[in-house]
């Protein structure tokens, strides 16, 4: 059967992600990289897997030669020029915030991505459900949903 697997069902995580590792080509080995993310006081794991699948996207279109640096309270000492630091923050009711920053000699770039609700997830696996109505066995992701949008849109 067909299958779309993803780490979150947002169209826009999805989007996200392919920015961050399209910034990561033109940007990653001039700039520091870091994810901040923040979720609800209920969530279990830290960092969440969308913050994963975002490192691991930036990580992958660089030759994964970064490693994830998730606590720098311990260690005292400069930051490594092949980290993708990531951080997680909890509390209250946050449904998911996912923040990617670049950080360059005198110039910032940051990508962010809000969900105010669940039902962005919802409203993504409907999508993933409609997009693989007719496929052939086998796995997807939500970026070939996202690329069969673009394709019907034009």
């Known amino acids: 059967i067909p299958i779309v697997w993803s780490e979150n069902f947002s169209v826009g995580v999805t989007?996200?992600?392919?920015?961050?590792?399209?910034?990561?080509q033109a940007l990653g080995?001039?700039?520091?990289?870091?994810?901040?993310?923040?979720?609800h006081n209920q969530k279990a794991d830290a960092p969440?897997?969308?913050?994963l699948a975002l490192a691991d996207s930036m990580n992958d279109a660089l030759g994964h030669v970064y490693?994830?640096?998730?606590?720098?309270?311990s260690e005292r000492k400069k930051r490594d020029p092949h980290e993708i630091g990531i951080s997680a923050v909890r509390g209250g009711s946050i449904v998911g915030e996912h923040e990617v920053i670049f950080a360059g000699l005198d110039e910032v770039i940051e990508f962010k991505h809000t969900a105010y609700s669940r039902s962005v997830f919802?409203?993504?696996?409907?999508?993933?459900?409609?997009f693989l109505?007719?496929?052939?066995?086998?796995?997807?992701?939500?970026?070939?949903?996202?690329?069969a949008t673009m394709e019907q849109a034009d």
């Open 15 to 24: 989007v996200l992600v392919r920015l961050a590792r399209l910034a990561a």
């Open 29 to 39: 080995r001039e700039f520091d990289m870091e994810i901040v993310e923040t979720h």
């Open 48 to 51: 969440s897997g969308t913050a």
């Open 67 to 73: 490693e994830y640096k998730y606590d720098r309270s």
């Open 122 to 130: 919802g409203k993504g696996a409907v999508e993933a459900a409609k």
């Open 133 to 147: 109505a007719g496929k052939e066995a086998g796995f997807y992701d939500m970026q070939d949903v996202i690329r």
